[in-house]
């Protein structure tokens, strides 16, 4: 059967589609949102065991944006608590502060570790400044900014562990994402000078009090006042077109086909799987492209466990390879209210390939190795956990591999090319994107829907300084 959905038509309910329904709920503009599962948040739901709550993963709030404190706040009101950031990673048999902290540094590394440190620093500005040695790989990345002894130590034994690759297989544009503006030199500036200008290093964050999925609970009330809906374990499997826009959608709600037409659609859903969707279908190699592409995937082992504390950190990472898990996050440490009275929990992240012996393990396994290692750290014993739970993702991470841009340059051409279409978020984008760029990315897009105009959404997250100010709408156009 046909059915009108309403104006617009919102593709997954996670932080960018939300963010997305929220400002069309603001202006007024009908819309509904199709959602796979059958809750809203995304890999930012917060999830609830007994009298426990995790997040999917550590989710602070932080952002150059005003827009987007005062969006948040509008939801929650006296329900978000500034948190002071405590991070560590484990390595060498010690704790350190993450990022590095150079006075510890001192105190824990022997010394001629440290001359190490200092001589390839410099020997590496030198292959990369002075004789001009290409940057054409994260590893290359890492190395101008910290040099080889530092890299190994800090950077690139954990990124291998994320990403399942050598840092000499991933692109530069990693670095760039997530350690732009860290080096040794800013390192040891900050120590001198009290700084922090790096968002890596941002000391404070504010925080949902009932978790990061509470902003998703909220946006959810608001949306269905106004009489818009969300339609749960529902999903687009076919995608109409006549070349420059999107004419219809077929959804498939608990194994019933519906043909819906909306006006425009936002989608979050993950790009690879979107574009496979068309009819008449994407180019060959608009598919080629997208099936080149690769996604980390994730394990999630929750602890509920009768201590008052693990640790005083907010997350821990772990980036040698003899341990299996990759980060530890203590949500107690975000807000009180996320474990009962003397208790606390511990949400153990591992990362995977999708069907790897790690994805495919039984929950009895995960506890197994992780229970063995944290004994050794002295962190927790069997006889702590009180309970135990699982959960998989596949969408996760999109991969910066070498070459990945020319593929998505190639997708993202096909897509920009309906003029009713707008695609946001980190899956729906393949972009490594926090929690406020995605809501960011959302805002946009509807504001595109709104003022019938397409925003430059690549620039959320870039190194312009526009979010500073602040003003969506000031914002570059697509040209």
Partial sequence: MTQNLGDVLILGAGP?????????????????????????????????????????????????NRY?????????????????????????????EYPVDVRELLNKIPHRKLLKIV????????????????????????????GRTLADFNVLNYTEKVWGLLPSKLSPNWGKKRIQGLSLFTLVKNVILKTSDSKTLVDEFFYPELGAGLI????????????????YNTRPISIGHDGKRITNICISVTDKENIVNPDYIISSIPITELVTLFNPQAPQTVLR?????????????????NKEYVTRDNWTYFPEKHIPFGRIYEPK???????????????????????????????????????????????????????????????????YDIGYEKNLDKIKEFLDGFENLEYIGRPGRFVYTNQDHSLEMGIMAARGVIEQKKYNIDEVGAKQEYFEKGNIPTLSLKT
């Fill in 216 to 231: 998703y609970e909220k946006i959810k009330e608001r949306i269905e006042s106004k009489g818009n809906s969300i339609f």
């Fill in 119 to 146: 001589l390839d620093y410099f020997q590496s500005k030198i292959n990369y400044n002075v004789l001009r040695k290409p940057v054409d790989t994260f590893e290359d990345y890492a190395l101008l900014n910290f």
């Fill in 16 to 64: 960018a589609g939300m963010a997305a329904a929220m400002e069309l709920t603001k202006n007024g503009v009908k819309f509904e949102i199709i959602e796979k599962t059958n809750s809203v948040g995304g890999l930012a739901k917060t999830l609830q065991f007994g009298d426990f709550k995790t997040d999917i993963g550590p989710h602070r709030f932080f952002s150059k």
């Fill in 289 to 305: 492209a997208a099936s080149n592409l690769k996604w980390r995937s994730q394990v999630y082992l929750f602890l509920t466990i």
């Fill in 333 to 399: 440490n975000f807000s009180k209210k996320m474990s009962p009275p003397k208790k606390t929990s511990l949400l153990v992240e591992f990362f995977c390939w999708q069907d790897d012996d790690i994805f495919n393990a039984t929950k009895e396994k995960l506890l197994d190795i992780t229970l063995e290692h944290m004994e050794k750290l002295g962190l927790l014993t069997r006889g702590d956990v009180i309970d135990s739970f699982t959960w998989k993702l596949r969408y996760v991470y999109p991969v």
């Fill in 68 to 96: 987007l404190y005062d969006f948040v706040e509008d939801l929650l009101g006296e329900q978000w608590i500034k948190v002071k950031r405590e991070t560590h990673f484990y390595i060498d048999r010690k704790f350190f």
